[in-house]
């Protein structure tokens, strides 16, 4: 059975940093790439960060700078670590594990709530 975990979130004042979690079984982690998406309130889900099964990074111009992902294919978790944050990164954050070649597979967690209010 495969499982896809978010650590909790939480609320947070702007500036402050997060580190969000994602933990995963019953998947061969190595060959996934792994994707962090967030939803907000009567928006769309947007893609914020990214790294390949090879390890290649990538964020969305909004995050870049700011936020990271890593992974450790050992433990087979993939992290988000949330700097200097601010009000508009107030969303609901997804984790995402993708194949990409036959078969192709891809599943999510089931959301943690982060909130950066004053």
């Known amino acids: 059975q495969v499982q896809v975990v978010e650590s909790e979130g939480g609320l947070v004042q702007p500036g402050e940093s997060l580190r969000l979690s994602c933990a995963t079984s019953?998947?061969?982690?190595?060959?996934?790439?792994m994707n962090w998406y967030r939803q907000a309130p009567g928006k769309q889900r947007e893609l914020v960060g990214s790294i390949t099964n090879s390890g290649t990074a990538n964020y969305a111009d909004s995050v870049k700078g700011r936020f990271s992902v890593s992974r450790d294919n050992a433990k087979t978790t993939v992290s988000l670590q949330m700097n200097s944050l601010k009000p508009e990164d107030s969303a609901m954050y997804y984790c995402?594990?993708?194949?990409?070649?036959?078969?192709?597979?891809?599943?999510w967690g089931q959301g943690t709530q982060v909130t950066v209010s004053s």
């Open positions: 019953g998947i061969t982690f190595s060959l996934y790439d």
């Open positions: 995402n594990a993708v194949r990409k070649f036959v078969p192709l597979r891809e599943y």
